[in-house]
């Protein structure tokens, strides 16, 4: 991608595991959204993307401790699309990614077995989930016979371009029964 690509983002509305609807922008198979959240008395917004083709949403949380800051957070994501409108819901399996020299840590493998146990996911589905995130840590994160010590692919380049993308900000609760 060259340049900015503020002219080529179409609006959508994100809705987040059916409590925050978000206004977004989508580039390609990328969607940004910032939304806000209240966390011991102070109020946090936060930016997030959504990997379209790898089912993983991705931030850099506003929470984490100083000696953290800049590092990643990776979800595994349930997307559903509808004309313009996409809700992601979180399935679980976390990844934190930090700089290139500390190792990524795979969280919540536990509760996504014990969300398996309930039937929250079928066995489809379930595996869906795990070949999905096998796949973002192969094409993203695991080396191979590199010397660098650099991610083979993360951020993804299309990210980093919507980083510092500008679109009006708009978030909101979602009601129960709404």
């Not at 509305?13 to 978000?22: G, L, M, N, S």
């Not at 008395?41 to 997030?48: I, T």
């Not at 089912?55 to 559903?80: A, H, M, R, S």
Request: net charge negative; hydrophobic share 40%; charged share 30%.
């Amino acid at each position: 991608m060259t340049g900015s690509p503020d002219n080529e983002l179409i609006p959508v509305t994100v809705i987040r595991d059916h409590r925050i609807r978000a206004a977004g922008r989508r580039h390609d198979d990328v969607i940004v959204y910032d939304w806000g959240f209240d966390l011991h008395g102070v109020h946090y917004e936060q930016r997030s993307y959504i990997l379209l083709d790898d089912g993983i949403q991705i931030n850099q949380p506003v929470i984490f401790p100083p000696e953290q800051q800049g590092w990643w957070y990776c979800d595994l994501v349930k997307v559903t699309e509808t004309r313009d409108q996409v809700a992601v819901e979180d399935l679980w399996i976390d990844v934190i990614v930090g700089p290139p020299d500390h190792p990524y840590r795979v969280l919540d493998l536990d509760e996504y077995a014990a969300a398996v146990e309930r039937g929250e996911l079928t066995p489809a589905e379930a595996a869906d989930g795990l070949i999905r995130t096998q796949r973002f840590l192969d094409r993203r994160l695991n080396r191979r016979d590199e010397v660098l010590r650099t991610w083979p692919d993360f951020p993804p380049q299309a990210v980093t371009s919507l980083a510092d993308a500008s679109f009006h900000r708009d978030w909101s609760l979602i009601k129960a029964g709404s």
